[in-house]
């Protein structure tokens, strides 16, 4: 059993302020330290001291370099000047209060280190690295800070950081995995909560306890966790699930037990991404801990001991069975004041993640203006004469009923590049979807246009869904019939050209009835009227099989030079009257020439 805080408390209280690592004078008069340490937040010390010379108008300590800015200082406690180190960090505020009464202060704030990883938004891309690994890179940007991570076993193909602090991203991906982080001295370490080992005290109602308050919340307590995200590969949720987690033995009543009054059989946490399968059960874990640790919440007060450390496990006794047992101990504070030391304890956690409580994104529209969330309506008013010259269509938001409520709305397309991309412009008066860049709304951009049944589609919604098209104000078209696997284009003239897989034909058509099929027959040329070949070259046929010409009409032929050869016979004939004739010479020979 671990010792009561009493047992080493015997004695005068003694404390060490030390700068730069030398004590400050004795003559200094500090009135009041207090210290704070948490888990997943930077620790904290307060010095209050007596300060300020009226007759002289100064504030001597204040104007010395002992308490300046940027000054590494630590802080120890004891009894009888057996001291141990209780707060290590540097000076971020120095203040003055001159109160009512003329007592004049000077108070020095104090961070640790690891301040500086929550001071500016930082962007970053990790690539195929554990969050181990990137919560170990994070704190080794920083000097003066010391990793401690424990090692996490997902390894992640991207993973970005958007316009955050390195401190909230951290914080982010350990609660992503189970994990705490706490603060000692410049070291940070990041670990699942030890809540199995031995605690450092022990406190015991009516011998140590000053103050105490504790609550057992039957609110976050689950059955089952699952988690659901994306498969990008099969197009299909995958999950990953953890059953209720069996923390401190704090009380008669688990978990389990409390989840069970509720009810609910399951606790669903989701996102729409694809989640590496691993991490998905790490993350239901994660809840589970999380619910785990909100179980009983609350503080005690004792007599001041520098054990007490966020994490750790301190004994409770001879408050009841519901509450007796090992709490996991979330927040140190160290009061020294008018000569006494105490110290309160918080036990348990908050059952929220901290990206639902920290402001960790960026404000709307970067904080330069309110800004505006989600999609909103918009109606097109204007398609030319943006001011700026770029490209841009003038909308409004019918529900601002604005004095002038048209403004200028970047386009998006699924294809635009530098004078080539597609190119399909909203009519004047249509509904659009309206998004903003940043959330900001003076920076809209249209990102779709609506059906309703104001401005019906071209074609009626069917189950099947087999009919795709493009179709124009003039109602030229492109359509694509899935199930027959026919293209067609078609102007309001009629003039067409289908493209079939089902008809395994090419079919080109005006609206004067020529047409140009290609089929499995062969292709044919066909017009109601007459068909016109014209070559600046020449014009070749050659065909393995036969050439045939027929009308019925003429046939002629008119040239420079008319040649014909017959590789084996050669037959003109006339069923009426033929006739050879040239105004020079005409020549006819053979082997034999037959005149009948």
Known sequence: MADSPLKSSDGVVSFSVLCSGNAIATTVEVVSIEIQHYIN???TATLVINDGDMPNADFPLSASATFKPGTEIKIQLGYDQTLTDVFSGVIIKHSIKISGNNAARLIIECKDKALAMTVGRKNANYIDKKDSDIMSQLIGNYSGLTASVTATTVQHKELVQFYCSDWDFMLARAEANGMLVTLDAGTVTVKAPEVSGSAVLSLTYGIDIIDFSA?????????TVTSNGWDLANHALQQGTAASASLNTQGDIDSA???????LSDFRLQSSVPLESGFLTNWAKAQQVKSGLARIRGHVSFQGSALAKPGTLIEL???????NGNIFVSSVNHSVVDGNWTT?????????WFTETAETMAPSAAGLTPGISGLHIGVVKKLDADPESQHRVQVSIPEMSAATDAFWARLANFYSSNSFGAFFIPEIGDEVVLGF???DPSHPVILGSLYSSKNPPPYALAAENNTKAIVTRTKMKMEFDEEKKIITIITPGANKIVISDDGKSILLQDQNSNKVTLDSAGITLDSPKDI??????????NA???IEATAQMDIKQTGLNITSTANIGFTAKGNATAEVSASGTTTIKGAMVMIN
């Open 215 to 223: 609550d057992l919340d039957a609110r976050h307590q689950f059955q």
């Open 437 to 439: 860049f940043s959330d």
């Open 544 to 546: 393995t099989g036969n």
């Open 41 to 43: 937040r930077i620790s």
């Open 344 to 352: 309160r304890v918080e036990f348990g956690m908050s059952p929220n």
């Open 532 to 541: 016109t070949l014209k070559a600046q070259g020449k014009i070749v046929l």
């Open 257 to 263: 037990t409390l989840a069970s009054v509720i009810g």
């Open 317 to 323: 006794a001879g408050v009841g069975t519901r509450f």
